[in-house]
């Protein structure tokens, strides 16, 4: 397979990610167990025998417990540090007594999360800040000053975004003049609108889309790191068995019968299927569960040996509709 755009940069050649969100157990200001520490260490432990040296944070992510259990973590393995790429995200804020949940994309937000995330990871730099979805209240000028700040100061190396389309790309580049180098989207077996560019599935339905402005193919275009959230669309075809429609158990079935032939994981030839594409994907597997994440290290296998004819299989299983 060609290179990933994060590889073609030098950042990593982690062809998957480890997302930490479950890091924590709940979402609320209860104390951090032991077991939770330990539950967090089994899962990267997992995923770096699976070949997976990237990991997913967020600054809301169980309200900074899953950071913080991800710094412990590190103090437990000397040496970690520099053999992993860390990413976070901020900008989403929870309701407090300021007001309600919102986004919040000021310069003063982004320079004290950043602080804040470097404090509970225990470590000096990220190695790459996304913003975490859009906010309506954007001031360029100021996420562009915010930006260069963070580069200039060395506590963040590289930039993206999360669930943003091409004009909102374009108008926070145009302010940093520094390059984006991720978007992390929802793209999955189960979530085809980034290939149906909101048209036939999402758009029939009266659903907005990320995808309506050609997203995929510019960051194609810009090399810009497409990252794929929910990948595995919440186990719908690899074992929950929550259907909600006939299409999805009928694709299900295919998807066990494919890695039945092929001697693998169901969760191997689903984000297989996703990493064929030709924008180099990265899936960011969202999992505690250290079996889970070993079924995935199959994918790049599955995604480099997948025909046109078994991946369209897929795409029209799910799709629940032939194509033109």
Known sequence: MRNMPLEKRGITNSRMVLGCMGFG?????????????????????????????????????????AETIFGKVLQSKPGLREK?????????????EMGPGRYDFSKQHILSSVDG?????????????????????????????????????????????????VGQMKLIHTYSGIPLVVNQLEMSLGKLDWLDQGIHVNQAAGMA?????GVI????????????????????????????????????ELVDKMASEKET????????????????????????????????????NQAENMTREEW?????????KRLP
Request: include cysteine; glycine fraction near 8%.
């Open 25 to 65: 157990g709940d979402w609320d200001n209860s104390p951090i167990t032991s077991e939770q520490v330990l539950l967090a260490e089994k899962a990267v432990n997992a995923a770096l025998e699976a070949g997976i040296t990237m990991f997913d944070h967020a600054d809301i992510y169980t309200r900074g417990k």
């Open 84 to 96: 992993i790429v860390i990413q976070s995200k901020c900008g989403i804020r929870f309701q407090d």
């Open 117 to 165: 995330i470097l404090s509970r990871l225990g470590i000096e730099y990220l190695d790459i800040l996304l913003l975490h979805r859009p906010d309506p209240l954007m001031e360029p000028e100021e996420v562009g000053e915010a930006i260069r700040l963070l580069e200039e100061s060395g506590k963040v190396r590289s930039f993206g975004v999360s669930n943003m389309n």
């Open 209 to 213: 889309s990320h995808f309506a402005e």
């Open 217 to 252: 193919e510019h960051c194609m275009r810009k090399e810009i790191q497409l990252q794929a959230w929910s990948p595995l669309a919440r186990g719908v075809f690899t074992g929950s068995g929550a259907f909600s429609t006939e299409q999805e158990k009928v694709t299900a």
């Open 265 to 300: 994981t169901k969760e191997s030839i689903v984000l297989g299927w996703l990493m064929r594409h030709p924008a180099r994907i990265q899936p960011v597997i969202g999992t505690t569960n250290s079996e889970r994440i070993l079924n995935c290290r199959d994918a790049v």
């Open 312 to 320: 369209y299989s897929l795409y029209v299983s799910a799709r629940g």
